[in-house]
């Protein structure tokens, strides 16, 4: 640093002709892990559209979506109480969708196993 002119490099760094493009140093992995994450379990349904198809996403986050919902940051009891409620209702969705759309598959798969020994 002692034998770089300071004045030269901060002209350099402020000419209007310097590009900076900035990258996460993992995001090579970011998204790989994005698209394995992303890939369905599930089949997607064709006849209805807003129906959610089961993600490892689900596994990770709660949703395929990456959204989660909101929370408050209060340590309250009615606040934690709803924080569990809401915990449980989406477990159960999950699940729900689990069993009606994956474990079919699963039975499937194993079913043409069975018939191929």
């Known amino acids: 640093m002692d034998r770089l002119d300071k004045n030269k490099l901060i002209q350099e760094i402020e000419s209007p002709h310097t590009t900076w493009k900035f990258i996460p140093p993992a995001s090579p992995h970011m998204?790989?892990?994005?698209?394995i994450n992303s890939r369905l379990l599930?089949?997607?349904?064709?006849?209805?559209?807003?129906a959610g198809v089961l993600t490892p996403k689900h596994f990770l986050l709660g949703s395929s979506d990456e959204l989660k919902p909101l929370?408050?940051?209060?340590d309250s009891v009615a606040v934690v109480k709803k924080g569990?409620?809401?915990?449980?209702?989406?477990?159960?969705?999950?699940?729900r969708h689990w069993m009606m759309?994956?474990?079919?598959?699963?039975?499937?798969?194993?079913?043409?196993?069975?018939?191929?020994?």
């Open 42 to 50: 599930t089949h997607l349904p064709l006849d209805d559209i807003s």
């Open 84 to 95: 569990w409620e809401l915990s449980q209702i989406m477990a159960n969705i999950f699940w």
């Open 101 to 117: 759309s994956y474990l079919p598959t699963i039975n499937t798969i194993i079913f043409i196993i069975l018939l191929r020994k």
């Open 71 to 74: 929370a408050v940051m209060d």
């Open 31 to 35: 998204v790989i892990e994005y698209t």
